[in-house]
């Protein structure tokens, strides 16, 4: 690669317009950057679980590959990623065990990771076994305090030696106190943990991990930003440059460009028409050992995979059984990290003679809301067969079983983590849309007392409904149908009169009067956002509320005629239900003293199913009444999900039941409408 003085001059120039280019070392040193290396890490963490192997060549054996081997093994000529055969040529006293299992790895690397934040918030993870940290406050901090004689240098300083490194500690103060800061912490993880590792002190990400590993094992290196051109001179190609993956180091091969050197010289503007303006300025950059990106503080981690690795599979029984081996583990990771996991993602590694490592492929899909549940019951052994199940269909899209095919890696990932609560279902909670605002025209029911006496228990919210005419407004019993302990809030729903029992607004008949009823809301949602929405939705979220059936009083005040005509009807036992013959509300006929309008169901209970009204036609209400509460309301919850209900004029129902869409829902597999059928 050739290019002239003045294109090479031309192009300083355009870095130095850059927003992140070199413009001196103030900007270097703008900030202090550490990263933490561990020396052979999964040696080290078998050393301590084993004191025997510390003095012993040993290896750590995934596969056939040698991943990591102490300096002992390393000094008899066995290095990292070596074949198991070729090791024990090199090293026949060479002890291997097994690295398969990262229980015991991750684990440590959380410790160390812990271990730096109690020491400074800001630190991110790369890895299990790096580390980068933020120290600039840290220093700024001991600045003030340090004598401007007393600064000096701890560990080797990049191509400088001996006095000349004391000398430039006065004119680099941050990067001295620094170099004293990295040992401070070595030294931590290592008198607490056990560990040994190496550190690189730096004015960003990129060249601290870059002079991290001048010097090896357990020492520590500071870079200067006059040191920088060398550094970056030093490495052996494009590849070793942190954030050069192996598609752009092709494309930059593609242009001619095989050396650092290369990429430095080469026109700003060549390297934008090939890549766009964004990463070919980083590019640029990088080449240049200019880094602006923070350390990012990593907190819980955003997925959760596993993977093997194998010379070859190629039978869809050997891929079930080990998807089935690598979802064990993760399901197992996944309920000891507490969240529940909305999508599952699988990746495969086909054979390539010309593309070796980097011909994968990725397919995702999200989890049923029933199976993330699974997946975080400690009870349940459901789960992995529940995701096999995904894993093979989404495997199935990727492969044809049925054709040969030739896998040399398999990786299953949970992503899209979420903290289990209310809001961690499958659907996105409608709740969240009626927070309160700001505005000053929302208002709330004043709280009202709560009656000891109250059939609800001292525990439960007061709930009130009330009818309202053009005439005159009335009070009617208080109801504890969709009742939350400890929640008072205002629901208006105008709906037609008529009603045969309160606080059922969707069991109605044309009249004149409008219903205000008054449910137990959460505190967060906003009642006239609540009122305005249609009775079906409503409803909806009033039952995810609603877990248990709360009895009506047994003589509440009535001043309405209306309503003391409906409310006799429901204590003798009249519920309301749509008839499929005419698809208007029917009453039942009365059950003698003391029986259920539903048999095997409390009085109130009957109440409360029938006046929701909204069981599928096909579903026989004797069955359903047989239910647990939790479970009807669970049955209610889903059928509303996967039917919701149309606004259509009552005398249209019957035919939309006997229609396509009836017929189709019924015949679905493994509906639990099956169930429930008419005898």
């Keep these: 690669m050739e290019s002239s003085g003045d294109e090479a001059q031309e192009d300083m120039q355009d870095m130095k317009r850059l927003p992140f280019a070199v413009s001196g070392s103030n900007f270097l040193t703008h900030k202090v950057i550490l990263h933490f290396d561990l020396d052979c890490f999964y040696a080290q963490v078998e050393m301590l679980r084993n004191p025997a192997l510390r003095d012993v060549p040993l290896g750590i054996q995934q596969k056939y590959i040698i991943v990591t081997c102490n300096y002992v093994a390393r000094q008899q000529g066995v290095t990292k990623l070596m074949s198991v055969t070729d090791a024990k040529e090199k090293c026949p006293q060479l002890v291997l065990v097994k690295g398969e299992d990262l229980t015991h790895y991750r684990e440590m690397s959380y410790q160390v990771t812990d271990l730096l934040l109690s020491f400074c918030p ?13 120290i600039t406050e840290m220093i700024e901090k001991r600045l003030a305090d340090t004598p401007q004689s007393s600064f000096s240098f701890q560990g080797h300083v990049y191509n400088v030696a001996g006095d000349a490194a004391d000398a430039k500690a006065s004119i680099h103060p941050e990067l001295a106190l620094g170099s004293h800061i990295a ?26 991990k870059l002079v991290s590993g001048a010097f090896k094992p357990n020492q520590q290196t500071t870079l200067l930003p006059e040191n920088v051109g060398d550094i970056m001179g030093a490495l052996s190609g494009l590849r070793a440059i942190p954030g050069v993956g192996h598609q752009t180091a092709k494309k930059l091969h593609a242009l001619g460009l ?39 503080p990593s907190g819980a981690p955003q997925s959760l995979s596993d993977e093997d690795s194998f010379k070859k599979m190629s039978t869809a029984k050997e891929v079930m059984e080990k998807m089935e081996q690598l979802l064990s583990s993760l399901v197992e990771r996944m309920r000891k990290d507490g969240r529940r996991p909305q999508t599952l993602r699988l990746t495969l590694r086909k054979y390539s003679a010309t593309n070796k490592w980097h011909s994968r492929e990725s397919r995702q899909c999200p989890i049923p809301h029933h199976v993330g549940r699974t997946i975080t019951s400690a009870g349940s052994d459901d789960a992995v067969l529940h995701l096999v199940s995904l894993a093979m269909k989404l495997f199935s899209k990727m492969l044809d079983i049925n054709s040969a095919f030739h896998l040399t890696l398999i990786n299953v990932c949970f992503s899209n983590l979420q903290a289990k609560g209310p809001s961690a279902g499958g659907r996105s909670s409608i709740k969240s849309f009626f927070a309160h605002g700001s505005s000053p025209k929302t208002s709330f029911s004043s709280p009202q007392r709560q009656d000891k006496s109250s059939p609800c228990g001292a525990e439960n919210g007061f709930i009130t409904s009330s009818v309202t005419t053009p005439e005159k407004t009335t009070k009617s019993p208080p109801s504890c149908d969709a009742a939350t302990p400890g929640v008072e809030m205002e629901q208006r729903a105008s709906v037609p009169a008529d009603v045969t029992s309160p606080g059922s607004p969707t069991c109605r008949r044309q009249g004149d009067a409008a219903v205000t009823v008054t449910h137990g809301l959460p505190p967060d949602v906003d009642a006239e956002v609540f009122h305005v ?30 309503t003391s005509r409906n409310r006799n009807n429901t204590e003798q036992g009249v519920v309301c239900d749509l008839d499929p013959s005419e698809g208007g509300a029917t009453p039942h006929h009365p059950q003698p003293a003391g029986k259920s ?34 479970l009807q309301a669970e049955l209610m919850t889903e059928w509303k999900r996967e039917k919701p209900l149309l606004k259509v004029p009552a005398a249209r129902k019957p035919a939309r039941a006997k229609g396509k869409k009836g017929a189709g829902s019924s015949s679905q597999a493994n509906s639990l409408l099956d169930y429930f059928k008419h005898a």
């Design 183 to 208: 040992a401070e912490l070595r030294e931590a993880v290592r008198s607490r943990l056990g560990l040994t590792g190496c550190a690189g002190i730096a004015a960003n990400k990129l060249l601290a």
């Design 597 to 630: 309008a539903l048999p095997g169901e409390t009085t109130s209970e009957a109440k409360r199913l029938s006046s929701d009204c909204q069981l599928p036609l096909n579903v026989d209400p004797h069955v359903f009444s047989q239910l647990p509460a939790d």
């Design 122 to 134: 800001s630190v991110e993870r790369l890895g299990f076994d790096e580390n980068y940290v933020d």
């Design 533 to 562: 929405l249609p009775v079906e939705i409503q409803k909806e979220l009033l039952m995810e509320r609603t877990s248990q059936p709360c009895p009506l009083p047994s003589n509440p005040p009535l001043t309405s005629p209306q």
């Design 258 to 296: 095989v050396s650092v050197r290369d990429l430095q010289l080469f026109p700003l503007t060549d390297l934008v028409r090939e890549f766009g303006a964004p990463s070919a300025t980083r590019l640029k950059n990088l080449s240049l050992g200019v880094d602006s990106s923070p350390v990012t």
